[in-house]
Each structure stands twice: as C-alpha cells, then as structure tokens.
C-alpha cells in the first residue's frame, strides 16, 4: 500500500463577496479532489493547539504527526534542521527575514515580509556579506532559501532573548513596527545588530533590492523529533521548496527530496514534484508532498490568484497522481495546514478541512471539497496531531 499525503499550505479560507459568497476551494476548479471526497472520509482537524500561533511551523509538525505542544521550539530551529546546522544544545536559533519596513524607527511600518519575493540568487550574499561585516562570537548568519535565512545566538537559549515576543513578518504587512522595536530594544546586542545591519543593507553595491531591515524572530533551541519510521513504521520522505518542511523532514529522519524548479510560488515545478513523488514511492511507503503557493496567495490578498493556485494544485499534482496511480493500492490523505484568508492576509486557527480515501474508508456521503462540506460532516479532530495516526487506523496501515 502506497500512502500519499498532499498539503496545500495555506488553502483554507472565508466565503468572499468577490467570489460570489464563495470560498477559494469553492470557487476553483477540483474535480480530483472532489472525486477522493465523493469516495473518501471527509472532517476537519485542530491543527494548531489551544494557546499557540497558527504558522506553518506548528501545523505542518501536527500534520506530521508530532504534538507541537511537546516539541516545537520555534520556526528558526526547524529550519536550521533543514541545513543540517551543527548547533549546540543551548544555541538560540533564529529566523531571519529579509523585510522592507517604511523606515527604521517607532513611527515605522512593515511594507513587505519578503521583500518582493527576493530571489535566493540576490538575498545570499547579502546575507554572507552580513555575517562577514557582523557576525561574531556570540551571532552567525547563514543563508537560507529567499527571504527566509537563520540567525544562530550561541549560548542564546540561556538568555531572556529566548522569550522575546516579535512578530512573524507576514502577520503585520502594513502595520506598526513599534511594538517590535520594543521587543528588539529589550536586548541590548540584538538592537545593535538590526541597526548595525541596516548599515550594511544601505550600502547599494551589496543590498541592489528591496530589503532594507533584518526581521528575527521564532527563535527556539535546536529541535529534537523522534525518528519517523519508528514512530509510523512508514518509509517516508518530504517534498517540498520551503525549508521549513525539509526540517522536519531532516529531524524525523525521513528522505528529503530537492525537487529543481520548486519555487514555493503559483510558478512551482508541479511535473517534478509529482515525479519525484512517484519514483520515491516506487520501493518506499510514503510521500508528503507540500505546495506552498496557496499561502503565499493568502498573504498577497488577491483572490483569484488563490483560486488559481487551488486550482493548479488539484490539475497538476492530485490529478496527475491520481492518473498515474490508477489501479494500484493507494491511500490518500489530502488537507491544508492552516487557513490564510484572503481577508486578513495571514493565518488563523480555524481546523483545516480533510479527506481521507482509501481501504477502509466509508464515504462521508459529501459531492465535493471544501471547508463547508468538511463542517458539514460533522467529524472534528481536536488534536490535529492524531490525524495521520487516525488515518493509518483507517487504512488498516497502524502498525
Ligand atoms: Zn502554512
């Protein structure tokens, strides 16, 4: 039995006046994913437990089956177990965003969390030129993927900059930095760093982009996750653009798979990422193949793009899958991690509609898939975390 496990980050979302009163899974073009419903076991799932923040972070962990509540530490330590970082255990790591903020001062606004979607090609020698001009004893910087790069505060975890609060980029798009420069000014070194560093963004022969700013935050200690074969008896690897998913990948021991072209955006290789899908499941168990794009469409605000984005992720990987799967023992577990609506342009905590299809999956008695269908159905998991396990019950694959 072949189990493949399909993310659209971000996919969730509120009925729209400009959508007809519709949602962006309603309002798209799902023809594969409403088939797997038709047939399938369809509900919703607490992804994001009571008292924690709704990012990637937290959801795609619960998703993969590990209690957040118990194991995560933050955004930056998952990251840094994507690039395999040789950390120590009382290292603080943070991430480090490359942002555009109206100006550097109380009276200033975040404009943009990715800095126009800087592409990796300019932001890493920015980056190197950052840690050649600031890093020390105490800061490393090292290059990431885009706008997302790490910070590494040796010895940090043992310090209070382990609680500041500062707020994910993405979740103050056109707001007030105020709050932050406080937090920021509750640490010495660290204010100095995000001044010393604007220094070194002015300097136009290294900075050519939009990025004016360096954004810590999610810092955490390094992350530990139990090994996931062990945990699920499953072979599996992860496919995805963002470091993010290859951390968790990375921690649990599971197969990291680089897929060329995979940008995290609507223009993402779908072909490669269905490919790799399909050769690694050729002598392994499990894929979880994540698509970034919806969310980034969320934060963009533009409705039809999100459309857009549902629709490609149902035409060119549930449907090719699908196609190329036919007549072979295939489980199929579909979701998204979190909703971004359109509306707020960043996450909220709603429980993310699911299917599950597969041997031992009655069908819900729902002809399509959306978060409506799914409420309507009246199946909730509470603790998201459990749903892989519920599914492997369903499955007759719970080892
Ligand atoms: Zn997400």
């Known amino acids: 039995m072949k189990l493949l496990y399909l993310i659209a980050d971000g ?17 798209a073009h799902t023809p594969n994913m409403d088939e797997l ?27 993969l089956g590990f209690d957040p509540a118990e194991y995560h530490t933050g955004r930056g330590p998952i990251e840094a177990a994507a690039q395999g970082l040789d950390l120590n255990p009382d290292d603080l790591v943070w991430r480090l965003n490359l942002v555009t903020v109206s100006k550097l001062t109380i009276d200033g606004h975040m404009r943009d969390y990715s800095s126009g979607h800087i592409a990796t090609e300019v932001s890493a020698p920015i980056v190197n030129a950052l840690q050649e ?36 980029p993405h979740d103050i798009t056109d707001k007030p930095i105020k709050p932050d420069l406080r937090a920021f000014s509750k640490s010495p070194f660290l204010w100095d760093l995000v001044f010393e560093a604007k220094e070194v963004l002015d300097d136009r022969r290294i900075n050519p982009s939009r990025a004016n700013t360096i954004w810590p935050w999610g810092q955490g200690r390094p992350l530990i996750l139990p090994d996931f ?82 629709s490609r992720f149902d035409a060119q990987v549930v449907g090719p899958l699908r196609e190329a799967l036919k ?39 729902i002809s399509s898939f959306s978060e409506r269908t799914a409420d309507a159905t009246g199946l909730k998991l509470d603790k998201g975390h459990e749903l892989l396990a519920f599914a492997l019950q369903k499955f007759g694959m719970k080892q």
């Open 327 to 365: 007549g072979r023992e295939t489980a199929w577990i579909v979701t998204c991690d979190h909703f971004t609506p359109i509306a707020e342009r960043t996450h909220t905590r709603d429980a993310v509609p699911f299917i599950l299809n597969g041997p031992g999956c009655e069908p819900s008695g």
């Open 11 to 27: 996919m969730g979302d509120w009925p729209l006046d400009e959508l007809g009163g519709k949602t962006p899974m309603e309002a």
């Open 37 to 63: 419903a038709k047939t399938g076991v369809v509900g919703r799932a607490q992804t994001v437990p009571e008292g924690m923040a709704p990012g990637s972070d937290v959801a795609n962990m619960a998703l």
């Open 133 to 168: 001009k600031l890093g020390n004893d105490m800061y490393t910087f090292y290059p990431g993927v885009q706008y997302r790069h790490l910070l590494v505060q040796h010895g940090g975890a043992l310090t209070d900059d382990a609680h500041l609060l500062v707020s994910p």
């Open 229 to 310: 074969k062990e945990k699920f008896g499953l072979e599996g690897a992860v496919i995805s653009a963002v470091d993010l998913i290859k951390g968790l990948g990375n921690a649990s021991n599971m197969a990291v798979i680089d897929v060329e072209g995979a940008t995290g955006l609507l223009d993402t290789n779908y072909q490669g990422k269905v490919d790799a899908a399909l050769s690694f499941l050729e002598d392994n168990d499990f894929v979880f193949v994540h698509l970034e794009g919806p969310d980034e469409c969320g934060h963009g605000g533009v409705a039809a793009d999100k459309v857009e984005a549902v």
